[in-house]
């Protein structure tokens, strides 16, 4: 099971792996890697999930 916060979607595929590529092929992808890194160390502080997503297998 993946946990998902409000607004995580912008860097989950629907599978719960992160995208590494940006969503505009314009942006800028050192800015990206930054953000999903910050966002990965948000999942390893185990901040407070606010939705929770069951992956069917």
Known sequence: MSILRH???KYHYSD???KWIPPDPDYDQEVW???VRQHKQGHLRNEQ???RIQ???
């Open 33 to 35: 890697d930054e953000q």
């Open 7 to 9: 607004g995580d979607e």
């Open 55 to 57: 992956r069917l297998v």
């Open 49 to 51: 999930p606010k939705v």
């Open 16 to 18: 719960g792996s992160h």
